[in-house]
């Protein structure tokens, strides 16, 4: 925990001169580590991180992004608390952090770190840290923000209490980021994000026909298990009114690939996605699930029967959730 202690610390002692606060603006990457910049007046130090973790996240009234956004900071709040069980499950195991001063291999070492230096605070009678949220929101579709401003007591003489003002922004995973991608706009964007899931689709039923190795085949299928709830709620939101009606014809074979991975599982998904939407659009999920979900939707059949039921499906409960302006 020293070196975490060390940064606050020269990040306190550049506060102390030069006023009561700094701003510190960070942005966590992904698969491929960015850079957090963390400047406090004109001196800057430089974090790479990882994903967060957006499956233990519910979303917020459909929104995913925001749903990231309060749960990292109702987490970060608590970790400063010294409970740090759910900043564990919103970090990926291999996030990493590194700063001129101090590093982290792992989300592991990252909260150990965090957990010394609420310790170091709150030792010798000192006030314990106390970090509150300001606000959260949506940047773009895949990125939420917290601003937040953590209040520490630098163990001097004088005791100086000193407030940390910060922004930080988070990058779901690449499979998160294209599920919140589905309602972009862009028609040749949107494309290729539904393109995307539906190839990935295409193989993980490739690999259930034996055309894949066991390793793929499991790999695929435990990623689609573990976002299926996600992609589920996303798709159905999707069709219900945020992509045009013109598109809906795109996204019928991924409704159908995500039903194929596990009936029992999807249909979970989907139930929970139906229930997710405003009241008005319950009747009409009901009714969507029940034409997918029906021995005519499921039946194997060269002629692509089962294709067309998916298809008027959807096309019907989009109809439906535009007439009524669910969205």
């Given at each position: 925990?020293?070196?975490l202690?060390?940064?606050?610390?020269?990040?306190?002692?550049?506060?102390?001169?030069?006023?009561?606060?700094?701003?510190?603006?960070?942005?966590?990457?992904?698969?491929?580590?960015?850079?957090?910049?963390?400047?406090?007046?004109?001196?800057?130090?430089?974090?790479?991180?990882?994903?967060?973790?957006?499956?233990?996240?519910?979303?917020?009234?459909?929104?995913?992004?925001?749903?990231?956004?309060?749960?990292f900071?109702?987490?970060?709040?608590?970790?400063?608390?010294?409970?740090?069980?759910g900043?564990?499950?919103?970090?990926?195991?291999?996030?990493?952090?590194?700063?001129p001063?101090?590093?982290?291999?792992?989300?592991?070492?990252y909260?150990?770190?965090?957990?010394?230096?609420?310790?170091?605070?709150?030792?010798?009678?000192?006030?314990?840290?106390?970090l509150?949220?300001?606000?959260t929101?949506?940047?773009?579709?895949?990125?939420?923000?917290v601003q937040?401003?953590?209040?520490?007591?630098?163990?001097?003489?004088?005791?100086?209490?000193?407030?940390?003002?910060?922004?930080?922004?988070?990058?779901?995973?690449s499979?998160?980021?294209?599920?919140?991608a589905?309602?972009?706009?862009?028609?040749?964007?949107?494309?290729?994000?539904?393109?995307?899931?539906?190839?990935?689709?295409?193989?993980r039923?490739?690999?259930?026909?034996g055309?894949?190795?066991?390793?793929?085949?499991?790999?695929?299928?435990?990623?689609?298990?573990?976002?299926?709830?996600?992609?589920?709620q996303?798709?159905?939101?999707?069709?219900?009114?945020?992509?045009?009606?013109?598109?809906?014809r795109?996204?019928?074979?991924?409704?159908?690939?995500?039903?194929?991975?596990d009936?029992a599982?999807?249909?979970?998904?989907?139930?929970?996605?139906?229930?997710?939407?405003?009241?008005?659009?319950?009747?009409?999920?009901?009714?969507l699930?029940?034409?997918?979900?029906?021995?005519?939707?499921?039946?194997?059949?060269?002629?692509?029967?089962?294709?067309?039921v998916?298809?008027?499906?959807?096309?019907?409960?989009?109809?439906?959730?535009?007439?009524?302006?669910?969205?």
């Amino acid at each position: 925990a020293l070196s975490l202690l060390l940064f606050v610390g020269q990040m306190i002692a550049l506060c102390s001169l030069l006023g009561s606060a700094a701003y510190l603006p960070s942005t966590p990457s992904g698969l491929s580590p960015g850079v957090w910049q963390v400047r406090s007046g004109r001196r800057a130090a430089a974090v790479r991180g990882a994903l967060v973790d957006a499956t233990a996240v519910g979303g917020a009234g459909g929104r995913l992004e925001q749903g990231v956004a309060e749960a990292f900071a109702m987490a970060l709040v608590e970790a400063w608390k010294g409970d740090d069980a759910g900043l564990g499950r919103m970090l990926l195991p291999e996030m990493r952090v590194e700063t001129p001063i101090w590093s982290c291999a792992s989300a592991r070492d990252y909260l150990d770190d965090l957990a010394g230096a609420c310790r170091f605070f709150t030792n010798a009678g000192r006030t314990p840290p106390a970090l509150a949220v300001l606000s959260t929101g949506v940047v773009r579709p895949g990125v939420a923000k917290v601003q937040w401003s953590l209040g520490v007591e630098w163990p001097s003489a004088w005791r100086s209490r000193v407030n940390l003002l910060a922004e930080s922004e988070l990058l779901l995973s690449s499979f998160q980021c294209g599920c919140a991608a589905l309602r972009i706009q862009h028609r040749e964007a949107n494309r290729a994000v539904v393109g995307f899931f539906e190839m990935l689709l295409v193989l993980r039923q490739a690999g259930a026909r034996g055309n894949l190795s066991p390793a793929a085949f499991n790999g695929i299928t435990t990623l689609l298990v573990a976002n299926g709830a996600q992609l589920a709620q996303e798709l159905l939101l999707a069709i219900a009114g945020l992509v045009p009606p013109a598109r809906v014809r795109f996204l019928s074979p991924v409704l159908k690939g995500l039903v194929l991975v596990d009936y029992a599982d999807s249909r979970s998904w989907l139930e929970a996605a139906v229930q997710a939407l405003p009241p008005g659009g319950h009747m009409d999920g009901a009714t969507l699930l029940q034409a997918i979900y029906s021995a005519e939707a499921l039946a194997r059949d060269d002629r692509g029967a089962g294709d067309r039921v998916f298809g008027q499906a959807a096309e019907a409960f989009s109809n439906a959730c535009r007439r009524r302006r669910l969205l």
